[in-house]
């Protein structure tokens, strides 16, 4: 459902990238990947980016599994798809930027009060944090599929 959502709004319907967007995305993620090829282990920034990319790549071998699991691939989405949810608040500025459209905020969205939920807690010795996005409410639409 977060797809479809994301797809209604940020995307407009429109299940993938333009061909600049996607080729922007993978220039990055391989320009990532290549970093993480050679980095050094005292290097404590691109240590802890390598982690974010590994733990992308374990999140959907599980998320994978999970739904192969189920015996239900028809709900299974393709890395790009998936890769997309991770990187919704990124792609809300990408999109408009290589489709020479205007970004989601210039459509006349303010953000509003409410608009998002966190919290920081902090439990013992560690800060615990979680955000949440209510911004893309106003274009759901049930009937996409893929």
Request: charged content about 15%; some cysteine; glycine content about 6%.
């Amino acid at each position: 459902m977060t797809l479809m959502n994301f797809v209604a709004s940020v995307l407009e319907k429109n299940p993938n990238l333009s061909q600049r967007a996607n080729d922007f995305i993978n220039n990055q993620t391989n320009w990532l990947q290549q970093q993480c090829s050679s980095v050094s282990q005292n290097d404590s920034y691109w240590n802890v980016v390598c982690s974010l990319i590994q733990q992308l790549s374990g999140l959907y071998d599980g998320y994978t599994s999970g739904i192969q699991g189920d015996g239900t691939p028809e709900k299974l989405l393709d890395f790009a798809h998936f890769y997309y949810l991770t990187n919704m608040g990124d792609l809300e500025d990408i999109v408009p930027a290589f489709n020479n459209t205007e970004s989601y905020a210039l459509k006349g969205r303010k953000p509003e009060n409410g608009d998002c939920t966190i919290i920081v807690k902090l439990i013992e010795d560690d800060l615990v944090a979680a955000h949440n996005t209510h911004n893309m409410y106003t274009h759901i639409s049930h009937s996409n599929s893929f």
